[in-house]
């Protein structure tokens, strides 16, 4: 796999449930069952998953530099976009989070325009789209903050206000 191989990064598995590495170095392990507190599994291989995945993310502690090579690569079979400076995500075409919030609102009976999404990356950009309150972290990048009118330091704040 090209991340193991020419990645220069971490590689995460994603699945429904769990998240699978096969960690350069054992802190990646460490961080993200310790402190990112997710379901990690540590495998040898790929071959390894049986689930359906749902997501292979790279992670480079140091950030991400150009990501022009993995999309001119996988651009045509996945969705390749950057969610923070230190990860890379490549998701199934038309798979996002806005795709999965409308499963729920639908499920909820909610529509979007009663919605507030908060998003700081390019991966948030469509789910921000399709939010009727769409707020920016202030830290977010430019694309993000050209999308809303808001922004905020911290999502709690914003909540605190709105139930007052």
């Known amino acids: 796999m090209d991340i193991l191989e020419n990645g220069n990064g971490e590689l995460l598995i994603s699945t429904a449930w769990t998240q699978f590495v096969i960690p350069k170095e054992d ?3 460490y961080h993200m ?8 599994e540590r495998i040898s291989d790929i071959s390894e998953v049986k689930d359906p995945i749902l997501k292979v ?3 480079r502690e140091n950030g991400l530099t150009d990501v022009t090579p993995w999309r001119e690569r996988y651009g045509s079979l ?3 976009q950057t969610s923070g400076s230190d990860w890379l995500d490549m998701t199934p075409k038309d798979v996002n989070k ?8 639908n499920h909820l009976g909610i529509k979007p ?6 998003g700081d990356n390019e991966n948030d950009a469509p789910l921000l789209a399709m939010a009727g309150y769409p707020i920016a972290m ?21 909540l605190r206000e709105m139930v007052r």
């Not at 806005?98 to 609102?105: D, N, R």
């Open 33 to 40: 069952r310790d402190t990112v507190r997710v379901q990690v």
């Open 138 to 158: 202030s830290d977010a990048t430019p694309g993000i903050l050209q999308m809303v009118s808001q922004t905020t330091d911290s999502v709690e704040a914003v």
């Open 27 to 29: 802190r990646f392990f």
């Open 113 to 118: 325009s009663e919605c507030m999404a908060f």
């Open 98 to 105: 806005a795709t999965a919030m409308e499963v729920l609102l």
């Open 57 to 59: 993310s790279m992670f």
């Open 78 to 80: 996945c969705t390749v």
